[in-house]
């Protein structure tokens, strides 16, 4: 969510790293 990658990978990824960097 915060990179600016393509849809479908970043947001399963950034989902991820958002809730563990949190």
């Known amino acids: ?3 600016c990658e393509p849809e479908g ?3 399963a ?3 991820s790293v ?3 960097r949190r």
Do not use: H
Request: glycine residues 0%; without cysteine.
């Open 9 to 11: 990978r970043s947001i």
């Open 18 to 20: 958002s809730l563990e």
């Open 13 to 15: 990824w950034s989902d």
């Open 1 to 3: 969510r915060e990179f």
